[in-house]
C-alpha cells in the first residue's frame, strides 16, 4: 500500500484551522503539525510553518482549494501574516504498509488546566485523584486540545462550571468543550455546529468517553431556544460578532459567555460588540496570539 504525504507551508497560529480543513472536507488521513528532531537526546532541530498531510491519492485542484479556503478565511478577518502562505511545498510518495498509523506517534498526553488530561485514544494515560481524562482520536475533527483556543476555553470552563451548570457549546468540533463540561459536574450540556459532518463526530466521542446524555445536533446559536448558565464559542472573531444577538439570546441575567477563536489582535472587536448589547469582560485569558474573552451581562 502506498499514500501521499503532502507538506503544505503555513503560519503556526493557523495550524488547527488548516488540520481541520484537511480532515474533514479533504478527508486527510492524518496530519502532523510539527516534527522535533534529537541528537543524543538534544533538540536539534524543529519543523514549524510546515504541515504535513496524508491521503489515499492526492485530492484534485489542491492548490485551488487550498487557496480558496486561505482567501475564505482572510475576508473572515485574519490578516495575511497571520494565515501564512497555504501553498504546496512537497508531495511524496510513501509505499509503506503502516503508513496510516506512522502520524500518530507525534501527539502525546496533554494536561491543560488544572485538572484534564487530554488522551489520544491509542494512548493508555491513568489520570491522578483530582484530574478527569477525555479521551480523543486527533484525527476526527477540530478542537483536539492541541491548539491555544481550546486549551483557553478548557481552562475558564474548568473554573466556570459546577454542579448543576447549564452549558451551550456552539460550534463545538469534536465535541471536547461539551464532554469537558459534563465531566466538570455539568448538569444539561447542549453542542451544536453548522457543519453536519462533524456531529457524529462529537457523539462518538462522547459516547467513547462514557456519556449519553449530551444533545449534539446541526445547527447554530439561533436554532437553541433555551438559556444557560454558561455559553462558550471558540469560534472566528468576525462569526462572534456576526451571531453576537443570538448567543446574547441564550444567556440568563447571571450567565458566563466564553468566547474564543479569537486573534489578541480582533480583541477590540469583540470586546465593542459585547459593550454594545450590555455585556462586560470579566476575564481576558491569552496564549500565544490567541485570546479567549470572558463576558457577563452589565450589572450598571
Same mark, same amino acid.
Given at each position: 500500500?502506498s499514500?501521499?504525504e ?18 474533514n472536507?479533504?478527508?486527510?488521513e ?7 528532531? #534529537?541528537? *543524543?537526546?538534544?533538540? /536539534?532541530? $524543529?519543523?514549524?510553518? !510546515?504541515?504535513?498531510?496524508?491521503? =489515499?491519492?492526492? @485530492? ?18 485574519i ?9 504546496i ?12 498509523n506512522?502520524?500518530?506517534? #507525534?501527539? *502525546?498526553?496533554?494536561? /491543560?488546566? $488544572?485538572?484534564?488530561? !487530554?488522551?489520544?485514544s491509542?494512548? =493508555?494515560?491513568t @489520570?491522578?485523584d ?21 486549551r ?19 460550534g ?14 455539568s ?15 462529537a ?31 471558540n ?12 448567543l446574547i ?27 454594545q ?21 452589565s450589572?450598571?
Amino acid at each position: 500500500m502506498s499514500t501521499v504525504e503532502i507538506e503544505i507551508s503555513i503560519n503556526p497560529l493557523c495550524e488547527e484551522i488548516i488540520s481541520d480543513f484537511l480532515i474533514n472536507e479533504l478527508k486527510s488521513e492524518g496530519v502532523i503539525l510539527k516534527e522535533t528532531y #534529537y541528537e *543524543d537526546e538534544k533538540i /536539534i532541530s $524543529e519543523t514549524q510553518g !510546515i504541515i504535513k498531510a496524508f491521503f =489515499e491519492k492526492l @485530492p484534485e485542484n489542491l492548490e485551488n482549494k487550498l487557496q480558496e479556503r486561505r482567501n475564505f478565511l482572510k475576508e473572515a478577518g485574519i490578516d495575511e501574516a497571520n494565515l501564512g502562505k497555504w501553498t504546496i511545498e512537497n508531495v511524496i510518495e510513501i509505499k509503506d504498509e503502516n503508513w496510516a498509523n506512522n502520524w500518530k506517534k #507525534y501527539w *502525546d498526553v496533554q494536561k /491543560i488546566g $488544572e485538572k484534564t488530561i !487530554i488522551c489520544p485514544s491509542w494512548l =493508555e494515560c491513568t @489520570p491522578k485523584d483530582n484530574e478527569i481524562k477525555i479521551e480523543l482520536d486527533p484525527g476526527s475533527a477540530f478542537g483536539t486540545g492541541t491548539h491555544p483556543t481550546t486549551r483557553l476555553c478548557i481552562k475558564a470552563l474548568e473554573k466556570y462550571v459546577n454542579k448543576n451548570t447549564t452549558v451551550a457549546d456552539v460550534g463545538t468540533g469534536s465535541g471536547i468543550l461539551a464532554i469537558a463540561s459534563k465531566m466538570y459536574g455539568s448538569s444539561t450540556v447542549v453542542g451544536v455546529d453548522n457543519d453536519g459532518s462533524v456531529i457524529q463526530v462529537a457523539k462518538d466521542n462522547a459516547e467513547h468517553n462514557g456519556i449519553s446524555d449530551i444533545t449534539f445536533y446541526e445547527g447554530s446559536a439561533s436554532d437553541i431556544d433555551k438559556k444557560f448558565d454558561i455559553v462558550v464559542a471558540n469560534i472566528l472573531a468576525n462569526v462572534i460578532v456576526s451571531i453576537m444577538d443570538d448567543l446574547i439570546k441564550l444567556c440568563n441575567d447571571s450567565s458566563k459567555l466564553i468566547l474564543s477563536g479569537i486573534m489578541t489582535d480582533q480583541n477590540e472587536r469583540v470586546i465593542n460588540s459585547l459593550k454594545q448589547h450590555n455585556f462586560e469582560v470579566s476575564e481576558i485569558l491569552s496564549e500565544e496570539n490567541w485570546s479567549a474573552i470572558i463576558a457577563q451581562p452589565s450589572q450598571k
